[in-house]
């Protein structure tokens, strides 16, 4: 028996994105909703659902061509904004008022500006290895690899594949989390392991710089000063520099700070104490 049920939303522009939703045994649990990477999509979740769901009723959306959720005829909707409202409209779908959230990287942007957007719908935030400055060197390796991966023969070559451009990221990890990390990343679909995601998502980056967005995420996050906040940062992060955390932690003193040794971007939360640390900070 799965432990999540399958809920689909109509977005406004008619395309049905997909959501995992994940019951707690309490029916008046809180809610937490957890908000992927650019190419990530529910599975990145998983194991902390499941460590969380006796405590809050877990939702993992898949924003717009990611995984299950349908593809975008327009590549210029695969912007911040609109997963945004794409994300609200599945909060508003849901009966939503109140719900906390985790937002890895992209998914970070987005708690962000749906905290400045919707005043007081945010009730705490753990943003993990995201900042309103986002460094030039990991927006570069980034740009490097979105939509050219794949098609793969087997799940070995994907395997290999993936250890080869992120082996920096994860230095300590055995053959069997790179193996389980792939299925994370890539599907299988008519005998190919493929990326799971629409390769014109990587459009929008074409432009954009670290410093292109910077004053508008700067004034975004100028919201989340009013939500307890945990920042979790890798310490390996090629993305979060510590001087924007040092500039984060001025504009919202009261905001937690994890650091996750020997790990870059982005930590999986699943690391040793990463867990028990987000329940401890989400249920404080």
Not at 46 to 53: D, H, K, Q, W, Y
Not at 65 to 88: F, H, I, K, M, W
Not at 155 to 161: C, L, R
Not at 163 to 179: G, K, M
Request: charge should be negative; hydrophobic fraction near 40%; proline fraction near 5%.
């Amino acid at each position: 028996m799965r432990s999540f049920n399958d809920y689909f939303f109509q977005t406004a522009d008619g395309l049905r994105l997909y959501a995992r939703d994940y019951p707690s045994p309490d029916i008046n649990a809180p809610v937490l909703l957890c908000l992927h990477g650019l190419t990530r999509n529910s599975r990145d979740f998983e194991s902390l659902a499941l460590a969380l769901a006796s405590d809050f009723r877990v939702v993992v959306p898949e924003q717009r061509g990611r995984g299950l959720s349908d593809y975008s005829e327009n590549a210029s909707r695969y912007s911040l904004l609109q997963y945004v409202e794409d994300t609200r409209g599945i909060i508003v779908d849901l009966g939503l008022e109140r719900l906390s959230v985790v937002g890895t990287s992209m998914g970070g942007l987005m708690t962000f500006a749906l905290a400045a957007q919707y005043p007081g719908l945010i009730e705490r935030a753990v943003i993990n290895d995201i900042g309103p400055e986002i460094a030039q060197e990991g927006l570069d390796r980034i740009k490097s690899y979105v939509g050219v991966a794949g098609p793969f023969k087997h799940w070995d070559e994907a395997t290999a594949y993936l250890r080869s451009i992120t082996a920096e990221i994860f230095p300590d990890w055995s053959n069997a989390q790179w193996s389980y990390f792939a299925r994370q990343c890539y599907i299988e679909r008519e005998g190919q392991i493929v990326i799971d995601y629409d390769r014109r998502i990587a459009t929008p980056l074409a432009t954009q710089s670290s410093d292109t967005e910077a004053e508008t995420l700067w004034s975004l996050f100028e919201a989340m000063v009013s939500v307890p906040s945990l920042l979790i940062r890798g310490e390996l992060t090629d993305l979060l520099a510590p001087g924007c955390v040092v500039r984060m932690k001025r504009m919202h003193p009261t905001m937690e700070v994890l650091n996750v040794p020997n790990v870059g971007h982005a930590p999986m939360l699943n690391e040793p104490g990463v867990t028990e640390a987000i329940r401890r900070f989400l249920l404080d």
